[in-house]
């Protein structure tokens, strides 16, 4: 049996591409945004629709990072072609650092997911 052999884009700073497909980018979640989780978290847990503590007994905590949503419409320029993107507790590897005019956010992606040519 042959080998499976992932290709990535060759990509390089200031560099245009497009997603393909519909795919998820990320970025670290500000202390605001932590903050706002946690003022709607106990918001609920008093109104009884969430609990304080997950099924460890431990308390809930917020997110590390935050999910934006992209599309095969949107054009995003590269800002770093290859970076080690820290995702939760840990790094993802084979990753990319591009700017989104359409949110003015700068995301990290996967460069598997994403193309040069339109």
Same mark, same amino acid.
């Given at each position: 049996?042959?080998?499976?052999?992932?290709?990535?884009?060759?990509?390089?700073?200031?560099?245009?591409?497009?997603?393909?497909?519909?795919?998820?980018?990320?970025?670290?979640?500000?202390?605001?945004?932590?903050?706002?989780?946690?003022?709607?978290?106990?918001?609920?847990?008093?109104?009884?629709?969430?609990?304080?503590?997950?099924?460890? =007994?431990?308390?809930? /905590?917020?997110?590390?990072?935050? $999910? &934006?949503?992209? !599309?095969?419409?949107? @054009? *995003?320029? #590269?800002? %770093?072609?290859?970076?080690?993107?820290?995702? =939760?507790?840990?790094? /993802?590897?084979?990753?990319?650092? $591009? &700017?989104?005019? !359409?949110?003015?956010? @700068? *995301?990290? #992606?996967? %460069?598997?997911?994403?193309?040069?040519?339109?």
């Amino acid at each position: 049996m042959g080998k499976i052999l992932k290709v990535l884009p060759s990509l390089k700073k200031g560099q245009l591409v497009r997603p393909m497909g519909r795919v998820n980018a990320w970025r670290r979640a500000t202390g605001e945004e932590t903050q706002r989780w946690y003022a709607l978290h106990a918001a609920d847990v008093k109104a009884g629709r969430a609990f304080p503590f997950n099924s460890a =007994g431990e308390s809930v /905590l917020a997110p590390q990072d935050s $999910v &934006f949503d992209l !599309d095969e419409t949107m @054009t *995003l320029t #590269v800002v %770093r072609a290859r970076v080690a993107a820290p995702s =939760g507790y840990t790094k /993802l590897k084979e990753c990319c650092q $591009v &700017f989104c005019p !359409d949110n003015g956010q @700068t *995301l990290y #992606v996967r %460069r598997i997911w994403l193309k040069t040519e339109w």
